[in-house]
DNA sequence: AGTGCTTGTGAGAGCGCTCTCACGAATCCG
DNA sequence: CGGATTCGTGAGAGCGCTCTCACAAGCACT
C-alpha cells in the first residue's frame, strides 16, 4: 500500500563482514569472533581486524546477526494504560525512568510502548514474539488480561510489575508489599486514636488495589472491630477518582476521621475534597497515601505516605527478566518488596 | 563471557514461513504476499493462508524480514541529558508523549534511549547503525556536539528538537519560535510599565537558551533601550539554576521589577528566590516564564509563560522523521512553531 | 490462429551474520 | 619420539525472510 522505497536511504553500501575480513586478511569466521570477544583469536588477528573496522567504520548489522542468535539485545517496557494516565502518574514514570538504567546497563536498549485498544495488543505481541524483543516488562496489569500468559506461551520472557489475579502460579512478578502498606497505614491512625477510619482504594480489577484494601481490612480486624462497609469507597488511583470517591464518602459518613488513600495521586483528590467540604487536614481528618512520588513532600502539608521503593521495583524487574532471558537459573518467580510507612503532616 | 544459551527460550521452535506455506498449500512467495498485503493474490490463496496462520499461531521473524527489506520499523527517541533531568522535566515528558503517539500511530515502535556518557553515545551510534533502528528522534543537543552529523553520515536520518549550533544548513530540525516567544514576553513585560526588566537565562550551549536570550535583547532594543548586561543573569533551565541565577541578579540589581525567565522551571526557581527575598510576585516583581508545562497553571500564583505546542513539536518530528524513512520528498528541512503568551497571574 | 497483455504463482538467489566442524600447527606427556 | 591435546583458523551451512524472474494460464485484440 505504501510507495516506499524498498531499500533504506544509506548512501553507500554499508561494509560487510567479508568486507571487513578481505582488508584485514582474514576469514570472515576470525573477524567474527573478534567483534564479539571471542577468546580463541591470535593478538596478532585480532588487531588487524579492529584496525580494519576503524578504516572502514564498519558497524555490524544487527538484523542478521539476530536472525542466527535468535536475540535482539532488547526488551520492552509495556504499559497497559492510557498515554494520559501513563504521564500523570509519578509510579510509571519511576518505573520506566529504573527501568530504563537498568536496561542500559546491561548493554540492552528499550522498547517504550503504550497499548489502550485490543488491536495494539495484537499489534504487540506479533510484534513481540517476532523477536524484536527478547522480553517483556509488563506495567499495569488489569483483570484477568491474558497478556502475559499469551506472551510466555510464544516463548517470549514476561516480568510483571504486581502480582496478577489469575496465574500467579506460573507467571513471574515483583511486587510491593501492597497488603503490608495497608496495614502498617492503617494501624497508624488507628494508634493515633482515630474512631473513624475510611479508605478509599484503587481499582479493584487490579491486585495492588485488592491487597492495599486487604491490609486496611486487617488492620481494622485485628483492631478489635469489623470493617465498616460504609467507610470503603472505591477509587482509581487518580486524582480525579480520590475526589469522587471521598465527596461520596462525605455524603455516607460525615464522621470520619482519617482517609487511608490507595495512591498519592488519590490522596491529593481525598485532601482537595476535605478541604473543599470545609475541615482541617491533619487535624479534623488524618490522611495516608501511598507510593510516596516526588509530589507527595511537597504537597501542603506535606502528605504522610507508604513509601514504595520504586527504583528498587524497577531495577529488580529488569534484572529478573535479563537473568530470565540469559538463561540463568534457579530464580525467584516471585519477589516482594517492603514498604515503609513515611509519617509527615497529615496523619 | 557470558554463559548464556545460545538460543531464545522458545519451548518448541516457532513456526517458519516455510511451515505456513506447506500447511496452506502454496509457496514461500505467496504466503509471503498474503501477510505482506501484496495485491496480486487470488482469494483462495488469501484465505488458505490466512487460516493456516491462525492454526499454527504463526508469527513472522522481524529479523530475518529486516534482514532482507533493511527496515526495522522503529526509531529511536534519543535523550541527551542525566535521566535526572529527563524525568523532572515536563518538556522532555511531553515530547517523549507525543513521539509515542506518532510512531505507534504509524505502525512502528519506539526505542528510548538517554545517553549521558560519551562512551554511551559510542554504543548508540554502533546500535543506530546497525540498522535496530530507522531513524533518530534527538532531544536536547548541546554546544557543537556532532551526533547528528555522525548519525547522518552513517545513514541514519535523524531529526532534531531544537536548531543546532552548528550544521544548521544541513540538519532536519523542528523548532518552536524561541526567538518570538522571548521577544514576546519582554514586550509583554516592557507594556504592563516594568523599568528593569531581567532575564534568567537556559543554557548558553543550547541554540533554545541563546534564542530565547536574543528574543529578549530584541524586545529590550526595540523599545528603544540598550541592553543593560548586569540584567541577564545566566540559568539552565532547571529550578535549581533559575534560583541562583535569580540569586545573583538580586545582588546585583536590587532594583528589577520583572523577570523574563527562558522556562517554567527555571521561573519556579525564580519565584522562590523572590519570595524569599521578601518580594511579591506580580506586584513587586513580574515574571514570565517559557513552555507552559502543566504545573505552570497549577502554580499559586498562576504563572505567565510562552506556550510553546509540545505535543505538536513531538508530533511533527517523528511524522517528518518517518515521511524521509520512507522516502516521501521534498520535505521541509526546518520547520519552526509559533508559540503563545499565555497571561496569567504573575505578569 | 497468432500476438500481446495481464494475472497469479513458484523456484531460487540472496540479505549479513554466527556457529559447527575439520584441519594443520604447536604443545604436551609418558 | 609417537600419540594425544590444545590452539587458531577457514570453509561452509544455514537463520527466515523478500524479491526478482520466469512461466503457465487466461483473455483480448488483430
Redesign the pocket.
Known amino acids: 500500500m505504501t510507495t516506499a522505497p ?2 533504506g536511504t544509506r548512501v553507500r ?9 578481505a582488508r584485514a ?9 573478534v ?2 570477544g ?9 588487531s588487524a581486524v579492529l584496525e580494519a573496522a576503524q578504516a572502514i567504520s ?8 539476530s ?4 536475540r535482539s539485545d532488547s526488551v520492552a517496557f509495556l504499559v497497559e494504560e492510557t498515554e494520559e494516565r501513563m504521564f500523570a502518574d509519578p509510579f510509571f514514570l519511576g518505573m520506566l525512568r529504573s527501568a530504563q538504567e537498568a536496561v542500559a546497563g546491561a548493554g540492552q536498549q528499550l522498547v517504550f510502548t503504550v497499548v489502550n485498544r485490543p488491536e495494539d495488543q495484537e499489534r504487540f505481541l506479533t510484534y513481540a514474539a ?1 523477536g524484536h524483543v527478547d522480553g517483556v516488562l509488563l506495567l499495569s496489569l488489569h483483570g484477568k488480561d491474558q497478556l502475559p500468559q499469551r506472551l510466555e506461551g510464544l516463548g517470549v520472557p514476561t516480568v510483571l510489575s504486581g502480582r496478577p489475579l489469575s496465574g500467579r502460579r506460573r507467571l513471574w512478578y515483583v511486587d510491593a508489599d501492597n497488603i503490608g502498606g495497608g496495614r502498617l497505614a492503617t494501624e497508624h491512625l488507628l494508634a493515633s486514636g482515630r474512631q473513624h477510619v475510611a479508605t478509599v482504594t484503587g481499582p479493584l480489577d487490579m491486585c495492588a488495589g485488592q491487597d492495599r484494601l486487604a491490609g486496611y481490612r486487617t488492620a481494622i480486624e485485628a483492631g478489635g472491630r469489623a470493617v465498616d462497609e460504609s467507610l470503603v469507597s472505591v477509587g482509581d488511583f487518580t486524582v480525579a477518582g480520590g475526589y469522587a470517591a471521598t465527596a461520596a464518602l462525605l455524603r455516607r459518613r460525615p464522621d470520619v476521621d482519617a482517609v487511608f488513600a490507595a495512591s498519592d495521586l488519590a490522596a491529593f483528590g481525598v485532601l482537595r475534597a476535605l478541604r473543599e467540604s470545609g475541615r482541617t487536614v491533619g487535624d479534623d481528618v488524618a490522611v495516608i497515601g501511598f507510593d510516596d512520588i516526588p509530589a507527595a513532600a511537597e504537597q501542603e502539608p506535606a502528605l504522610t505516605t507508604v513509601r514504595q521503593p520504586i527504583a528498587a521495583l524497577g531495577m529488580t524487574m529488569t534484572r529478573l527478566l535479563i537473568d530470565r532471558i540469559e538463561g540463568r537459573e534457579p530464580l525467584p518467580r516471585r519477589t516482594v518488596l517492603p514498604v515503609e510507612l513515611v509519617v509527615r503532616r497529615t496523619a
Chains 1, 2 share one sequence.
Do not use: M
Open positions: 524498498r531499500k553500501p554499508a561494509p560487510t563482514l567479508e568486507d571487513l575480513a586478511g582474514v576469514s570472515r569466521a576470525t573477524a567474527s569472533r567483534l564479539r571471542d577468546s580463541k583469536v591470535s593478538e596478532h588477528a585480532r564498519y558497524v555490524p548489522n544487527l538484523a542478521a546477526r536472525l542466527v542468535t535468535g517476532g
